[in-house]
């Protein structure tokens, strides 16, 4: 018995035991256990036999591949498989004609962990319940492009009133072109909407089918093949007229594997690190050019010369703010039945650790709402001072186009 024990046995013997005094003495005697004895690490995270991610698209191009953005490299890079290659997780990926929809549906049927989607499909699925956390931006800030035969009559957005338009329903074009719709005095009841995914829509303006086609970059080619005009882009106009996406994971994985989310979002921000290097750019146009589909020239007019605010991970107050008019518009458009706050679905846990660990904070510029660099920010690189996009040429005066800002 040593001499604490001793001097503490002869001083309770003298002492009345009150209740506070016992409650007094138990604490001193769990602190002595807790000094004493040295706390046992956390178990480590086991990841999951299988990781299964889906992206809102098919590949492209012959051979088939997928490329584009932050997920795209990582995937294509086989960045995901080298991060758990000690692991034994194997891959799974999925990638969806179907688009956005399609991707709802598998998160429902949990086949799915992870996604890289679009904003408008993703909120439809929260509005209904299906419970993910937004976790990156991905491949957001896209371009959108409003193309008519070489021969059409049309000359500007305002035209399309009565006519025959075409785009993809419930993805991440249908919003901006509504805000663009309703920046011209229009909405979707003033044309003849025709529902049709990229491939049909494009057939069908070719075909003399419609008057006028939404779709993204994968016209250009079109273009510059004299097949059609371009009446109107995003590129050079307002942030807001661009499409948002991100990759998302399901909340129980999420919950039950934080470690491994964490490793995905940790893959993600050091692809858009790389991206976002200048030194890099021409590699990246070159990974992202696709045999008939994308050449490096048309990536390079759309991305314009300064890649790293397309790689940004952050859900700065810019994309924030996407997404809340993308919650608003979307129940007014009566494709939700309800409306939810876009801050809770937000978990910026996971990139905010992954940037302090790789000493990547400040690295990236945030925008605000109206999509100006935030003064005071640091900047990803001195290319950031550069304009976002290359202006675009359009069909109607020959100049940069314009629409209401």
């Given amino acids: 018995m040593t001499f604490a024990h001793i001097v503490t046995r002869r001083r309770l013997r003298r002492l ?4 506070s005094l016992l409650g007094r003495i138990a604490a001193a005697l769990g602190l002595v ?5 040295p706390a046992l690490p956390a178990a480590a995270e086991t990841p999951p036999a299988e990781i299964r991610f889906a992206f809102a698209s098919p590949k492209i191009g012959s051979p088939p591949q997928y490329t584009i953005g932050t997920a795209g490299i990582a995937y294509s890079k086989g960045l995901f498989e080298e991060e758990f290659k000690n692991d034994k997780t194997k891959f799974e990926f999925f990638f969806f004609k179907g688009a956005g929809p399609a991707v709802n549906e598998a998160f429902t049927n949990k086949q799915i962990d992870f996604a890289a989607h679009g904003d408008l499909p993703s909120v439809i699925g ?20 409003l193309a008519i035969p070489p021969n059409s009559t049309l000359k500007s957005v305002k035209d399309l009133r009565g006519k025959k338009v075409s785009f993809h329903k419930g993805t991440n074009s249908q919003t901006p072109i509504n805000r663009l719709l309703r920046a011209n005095g229009l909405t979707e009841r003033d044309l003849k909407v025709v529902n049709l995914d990229t491939a049909s829509g494009k057939a069908a303006l070719l075909n003399g089918d419609i008057d006028a086609l939404f779709g993204s970059i994968d016209l250009l080619p079109l273009r510059d093949e004299g097949k059609l005009k371009i009446l109107f882009t995003s590129n050079g106009n307002s942030p807001v007229y661009t499409r948002q996406a991100h990759v998302h994971v399901d909340d129980e994985f999420a919950t039950k ?9 940790k893959v993600l921000v050091k692809a858009a690190h790389w991206g976002s290097l200048p030194e890099n750019r021409a590699e990246v146009l070159k990974l992202w050019a696709i045999p008939g589909v994308y050449t ?4 390079e007019e759309d991305y314009g010369p300064d890649l790293s605010g397309r790689f940004s991970p952050l859900f700065d107050p810019f994309l924030v703010g996407r997404y809340k008019d993308v919650v608003k518009d979307a129940h007014e458009y009566k494709l939700t039945r309800k409306t939810f706050e876009v801050e809770p679905w937000i978990d910026r846990s996971f990139v905010n650790a992954v940037l302090k660990e790789e000493k990547l904070e400040g690295f990236w510029t945030p925008l605000d709402v109206n999509g100006k660099p935030i003064k005071g920010a640091n900047r990803a690189s001195a290319a950031s001072d550069k304009p976002a996009a290359a202006p675009v ?11 209401a800002k």
């Fill in 33 to 37: 256990a807790t000094l004493a004895v």
């Fill in 16 to 19: 009345p035991l009150s209740g």
């Fill in 393 to 403: 040429k359009t069909a109607a005066t020959g100049t940069t186009s314009g629409a």
């Fill in 126 to 145: 929260r509005a209904a319940g299906l419970k993910t956390r937004l976790l990156f931006a991905n491949n957001h800030r896209n371009n959108i492009y």
């Fill in 296 to 299: 490096t020239s048309i990536l």
């Fill in 257 to 265: 594997y934080p470690e491994t989310t964490r490793r995905i979002v």
